[in-house]
């Protein structure tokens, strides 16, 4: 009978709980909220496990399947909102088990989660449907995550364009007509939007790193052997790794602590004497105080190969790499306030030609340990040679596929990268232990996110770090003028994790670069629609406007009644309030028309000012050289 008083706290609790999960139903706002925000809120009551994951799945209705169509999530986990009332009654039973109890997170596509379908974005995979947890989805549900579902990725992780025969193309929460980066892109876009607490990706090359850059979010590829690998659909057993991606790098840290570990059946996590330190409780604000801190420069010409299949490495030497370079140059600027020094760090031709020797280690492994994997899977398909043959990929994929068929570790040339690998980390290591630096500092990409459709051009820095196996961290380094994410890349030691996490969580914490796509914004209030339509006329001129979301683009249509030919000069669109005049944001047409056509793609600022009505139509006339006629796009002109 001792037990009576427990029992009824218990039971009240629950009654409370079931009672919360009635009241909030889908009201609860998780726009932008931290797993520490989240847990909290659960703690006090004021919202259930439940209700976070009805409001997550309410926004990827609102933003992934309808407007901007990101097209984030390849998989929603249909036990999510059972799996979230179990942890709300063990909640009240037990109370929770830790900072994880009850979050919801998205898990990319490669992650094998037990009852799900594991595709790594094929329609080969089509049928996988799994019965084991990888390693790290182990772990986190032991933490008491919920996996709202899966996301979209570049397939078969390979490329960085997050576009797979199973999945199509995710797009840019932060411009829709621009990549999210890859191959964790779908995590990316989902995580920037708030479809979810966080999520998970892999990283081989840059592709945690990539979509945290792209997406103004902090992400790690850890030291090889801090995490496991086992689960993870494997594209190189030699640079593979798994983490999170998360809005911040106190949610990442959580995630860390929950997901690090040795695993029997991963020996790269077979390190002797390492201690993987907790990473919360490392989180220090002042944790770059008395650190030194070196900028990667690289010789120009130091290493010859195409930057889109070999990376280079630094800032990048063309005209079009210095936008994001001038972003990431303000953010180093940061540090001295920091307490922090900051030094030029150039390397020299010879490292580079090293590192040059030593990439490509992918594709030679590629064909061999992905066969690993699909031995095990149901269905024909068992092989990658299987794969090809019957077509079941993406088509632009087909070139590379067809390269990747011929390669080997067999080839002449892997027992040579091997070496000048190892001999690329003892670069790297003396090169930090000479200088007496802590990180190293560079751009994770050289230029921002390519349209959809074109080539992502410049730098993308990944291979320093992933050929070595040493950690790096991308952290949210400011935006460019058109406001799209920049991401800086903060490199240390080997098993120096918790330490490049702090740092990035310094870094954060004094400059709050990230902020959130316009294109997603909290709903409670929020008007989601489609497309927005403006019809508008001025005296003599009349305009047709429609601004679509899901690719960011305004077409228009302007009509110009009663005027004489020859009378227009030019048709600008520009930003200011009613009533008020500003500059021109671009010229529609610099010659007479009798009727205008178009379409022009808005960057966030643009689109931003046109959903705030400050964009404004001006006409510009022989007569009235300043613009003798005002259509302005405000929202009590939208068509109905």
């Known amino acids: 009978m001792r037990d009576m008083p427990n029992r009824r706290i218990a039971l009240l609790a629950f009654l409370f709980i079931a009672f919360s999960q009635l009241s909030f139903g889908q009201t609860f706002d998780v726009f932008e909220m931290s797993i520490a925000d989240l847990q909290k809120a659960m703690t006090e009551g004021r919202t259930t496990s439940k209700a976070i994951v009805q409001g997550y799945l309410d926004r990827i209705d609102a933003f992934d399947k309808r407007a901007p169509g990101l097209n984030a999530i390849i998989l929603l986990n249909p036990n999510a909102l059972k799996e979230a009332e179990a942890l709300d009654r063990e909640r009240a039973a037990k109370g929770p088990r830790g900072p994880l109890h009850g979050i919801p ?8 989660i037990a009852g799900l379908v594991t595709t790594a974005g094929s329609v080969a995979l089509a049928n996988n449907l799994v019965t084991k947890d990888a390693f790290q989805v182990r772990k986190l549900r032991e933490a008491g995550v919920v996996f709202i579902g899966k996301t979209n990725m570049s397939e078969f992780a390979s490329g960085y364009f997050s576009n797979s025969s199973m999945g199509g193309q995710t797009r840019n929460p932060y411009d829709p007509s621009r990549y999210p980066g890859g191959s964790s892109g779908g995590t990316g876009a989902a995580v920037a939007a708030s ?30 052997g801090m995490s496991s690998r086992s689960g993870i659909v494997p594209m190189s057993a030699t640079q593979d790794t798994g983490g999170p991606l998360a809005r911040s790098a106190a949610d990442l840290a959580v995630l860390l602590d929950a997901t690090v570990g040795e695993d029997a059946a991963d020996a790269s996590t077979h ?41 280079l490495l630094g800032f990048g030497h063309g005209p079009d790499d210095q936008e994001v370079a001038n972003v990431v140059l303000a953010a180093i600027g940061q540090f001295a306030r920091l307490g922090a020094s900051a030094t030029d760090l150039n390397v020299s031709a010879d490292f580079m030609n090293v590192f040059t020797d030593a990439s490509g280690i992918v594709t030679l492994e590629f064909v061999e340990d992905l066969n690993t994997y699909l031995s095990s899977t149901p269905g024909p398909l068992r092989t990658f040679a299987d794969i090809v043959q019957q077509g079941a990929y993406a088509s632009f994929l087909e070139a590379g596929y067809r390269t990747r068929l011929a390669a080997s570790r067999k ?25 007496n630096l802590d990180a190293v500092v560079y751009p994770t990409v050289t230029r921002k996110a390519a349209r959809i459709g074109d080539v992502q051009q410049g730098t993308v820095n990944c291979g320093l770090a992933s050929v070595t196996g040493f950690p790096a961290i991308s952290v949210p380094a400011g935006f460019t003028d058109d406001g799209l994410p920049v991401g800086m890349d903060i490199l240390g030691k080997p098993f120096d994790d918790a330490k490049v996490v702090s740092f990035a969580y310094a870094f954060e914490q004094a400059t709050h670069y990230r902020r959130a796509p316009a294109s997603t914004p909290a709903l409670r209030g929020a008007k989601i629609t489609t497309r927005t339509t403006w019809d508008t006329q001025d005296r003599a001129i009349s305009a047709h406007f429609t601004f679509d979301p899901t690719t960011a683009e305004l077409r228009y249509t302007i009509t110009a009644k009663g005027l004489q030919r020859g009378e227009i000069l030019a048709a600008t669109l520009r930003r200011g309030k009613t009533g008020e005049n500003g500059p021109v944001m671009f010229t529609l047409s610099s010659t007479d028309f009798a009727e205008l056509s178009g379409v022009r793609s808005l960057t966030e600022p643009e689109r931003a000012n046109l959903m705030s009505s400050q964009m404004y139509l001006s006409i510009t006339t022989r007569k009235s050289p300043a613009g003798a006629y005002r259509l302005q796009l405000s929202q009590d002109r939208v068509a109905r």
Do not use: H
């Open 195 to 224: 479809l979810a607490a966080a999520g998970m990706g892999s990283d081989t090359c840059g592709s945690i790193r990539e979509p945290s850059s792209v997406n103004s979010l902090v992400g790690l590829k850890p030291s090889r």
């Open 411 to 435: 080839d002449a040339d892997y027992q040579k990268k091997m070496t000048k690998r190892t001999e690329l980390t003892q670069m790297l290591a003396a090169l930090l232990k000479d200088n």
């Open 271 to 311: 390190v002797t004497g390492l201690t993987r330190a907790p990473f919360a409780a490392a989180l220090r604000a002042n944790a770059l105080q008395g650190m030194r801190i070196g900028i990667l420069r690289t010789p120009v010409g130091g290493a010859t190969a195409n930057p889109n299949t070999v990376p």
């Open 105 to 112: 997170i998205v898990v990319k596509d490669n992650f094998d």
